[in-house]
């Protein structure tokens, strides 16, 4: 049989690592697929960059128009991010009859409602594996492994860059800023960083993994969403003195009342693996009614392992051209007409633990008036650390842990806190979560 012919829009770190792996590993991929993955037509910003991967045989232009207006390509591939353009150039590619292979999350978080619905009329396919977490199959694991669930949670560490941040602040005690440069000169991070380091790029990966693990339409604009600016090396050491890890979490949990969605930095017990996932990797953590708890752990970027996963869509879709539309896996894994539009809880509705750090003044009653603010909105307290303060700063660090609250009760309780003359500082707040 022919080769199926794929265009590819962007040959940059994952159009060369695509092309490049399916060269290389030709052979296997046609015995997996049935026929032979050819890409024959590629776009590029500019065609004088060098390249990663051999282009020879690959018809090239600047005008991604001309791939999705191509009558031989059966499948375009996306790799060129953003949202306009890409949204544009994959509805017209499915207006074309061709299926989509992209991995663009922020084109699925915030517009994949739309373009489900125009593949669906058109009868083809959109993939989208590489768009969460790179190279781990984590749309195929919980989309069709764990079919059998009722899934109750899951929390990822679905940003390199920021894990990458964390990391290297624990272990090296480095500076903020030193370390998002350095991951920017070895291209984890995003084109603008502040979608890495301010929990957009995992909120958009996050409204995804929801979607397909609770059976409820995109939302990206209902996350909650924190970066990890304002972690300082201080509550780091503090939390693994408290046998913790600070990881920014994206965290999806399916309640009686509602779903939560929320992205901030975390505390998670230091014995749990996931709390072990350090630098770029990547890792997300599903809690299914019937099997338990299912951890998934790998490369979320980098040339080769965000081609694996486009690869392993184009077999995919290669494998699925001849069946009916309406026998292939739904694209949010539940039927289109059985997605239910669940309410998002707003952040003050969720229940969380907390870690909390302040600076008071040294006398006989301070912790007292506290813990009474705390005990009156229902907080109970964990575990507490009393700290001399740095040398040029007068009163006593407090560090607490408490029991899970209502978010609602633990802002009034530090607002009440703030209040007190004996409170030299902010209260610094973070969310923590056991995952047991
Ligand atoms: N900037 C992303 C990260 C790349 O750091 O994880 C993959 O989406």
Known sequence: ?????????????????????????????????????????????????????????????????????????????????????????????????????????????????????????????????????????????????LAGNRIEWLAGIINGTGNFILTEMRDKGRDFAEVLAEAQRLGYAEADPTFDVEGIDAAHKLTILAAIAFGIPLQFDEVYTEGIGRVSGTDVGYAGQLGYRIKHLGIARHTGSGVELRVHPTLIPERRLIANVDGVMNAVLVQGDAVGPTLYYGAGAGADPTASAVVADLVDVVRALTSDPENRVPHLAFQPDALVDLPILPIEQVETAYYLRMRAADRPGVLAEVTRILGDEGISIEAMLQKEPPAEEEGATIIMLTQRVVEANMDRAIGQIQGLDSILSDVIRIRVESLG
């Open 1 to 145: 049989m022919n080769p199926v012919k794929a265009g590819l829009l962007g040959l940059g770190t994952v159009g060369g690592g695509t092309v490049n792996v399916l060269r290389r590993n030709a052979q296997e991929i046609a015995r997996r697929a049935g026929r032979g993955i050819i890409v024959t037509h590629a776009s590029a910003r500019d065609l004088n960059k060098p390249r990663i991967c051999d282009t020879e045989g690959i018809r090239l232009t600047t005008d991604p128009a001309e791939v999705v207006e191509d009558p031989e390509i059966a499948i375009v591939v996306e790799l060129i991010g953003g949202e306009t353009l890409a949204r544009d150039l994959v509805l017209r590619a499915i207006a074309n009859g061709k299926h989509v292979v992209t991995a663009n999350k922020a084109l699925i978080a915030k517009h994949g409602n739309e373009i489900f619905a125009a593949a669906q009329e058109k009868g083809v396919m959109v993939a989208f594996e590489a768009a969460v977490a790179g190279g781990i199959p984590i749309i195929k694991a919980i989309r069709e492994g």
